[in-house]
């Protein structure tokens, strides 16, 4: 079964412009999270989908959104990009969202902001 | 404020000895646990998790960990250490209670067994 796949795998953006990342789950798979993560900040949750609504947000600003499609696909959108959004931005899916689900990770989209 | 330390930002080991990666918590209730792998530009790659039972979990590559809830505790071990196990491992916890699959990540620990 193929794993969590994440596209762009790389992107390079000015500031003040927007970017959208894209998140495939392993098949089956219906909840969706996304993480971002610094050598500053370490890893910090962003927000997790579920059945296409958000059910948990992290403590980021507006300028941080997603949304979740109906094959539970994944989009997380940053506008107004700043200096400190360049992370690693982190796709995870589980098979139910259950709390006691294991979270399996895509290898990341690498953004850098200029 | 819920929150996991990671004490060590670095642990190293010959190859072949035993190895161990601490991990701490502060979360009110009993939380579920998990450790986690990255290796160079990769994601993470899941390695146990405790939910409930058995103090000790057995994971992926030979790992294992132990829960002390008195000591609120879930360090990694593996009894003879690879080169290949040079990476940086992070200990995560998952509030109890809550909803959904939010993760709260340690700093992180880097990882290097030399030969």
């Known amino acids: 079964k193929a794993g969590v796949t994440q596209t762009p795998r790389y992107l390079i953006k000015t500031r003040g412009q927007q970017v959208t990342l894209s998140c495939s789950p392993i098949s089956g798979h219906r909840s969706v999270s996304w993480y971002q993560q610094t050598p500053g900040q370490g890893l910090q949750f962003l927000f997790e989908y579920f059945s296409e609504t958000q059910r948990n947000k992290g403590n980021f600003p507006g300028r941080f959104s997603g949304r979740q499609f109906s094959n539970s696909r994944s989009e997380m959108n940053v506008s107004t990009l700043e200096l400190g959004d360049s992370a690693l931005y982190l796709c995870?899916?589980?098979?139910?969202?259950?709390?006691?689900?294991?979270?399996?990770f895509g290898p990341g989209t690498r953004l850098t902001v200029l | 404020a819920q929150s996991v330390a990671q004490p060590e930002d670095q642990v190293n080991v010959a190859e072949g000895n035993p190895l161990t990666v601490k991990c701490t918590y502060s979360?009110?209730?009993?939380?579920?646990l998990f450790w986690y792998v990255q290796y160079p530009n990769r994601g993470l790659q899941f390695l146990l998790k405790?939910?409930?039972?058995?103090?000790l979990v057995k994971g992926s590559y030979g790992f294992e960990a132990e829960f002390n809830k008195s000591q609120t505790s879930f360090h990694l071990k593996k009894p003879s250490a690879l080169v290949s196990d040079s990476a940086l491992y992070f200990c995560?916890?998952?509030?109890?209670?809550?909803?959904?699959?939010?993760?709260?990540f340690g700093k992180g620990t880097t990882l290097s067994v030399s030969s």
């Open positions: 995870a899916s589980s098979l139910a969202g259950s709390s006691t689900d294991t979270q399996y």
């Open positions: 405790y939910i409930t039972g058995d103090n």
């Open positions: 995560a916890v998952r509030l109890p209670n809550q909803a959904g699959t939010a993760l709260i």
């Open positions: 979360v009110s209730g009993n939380p579920y």
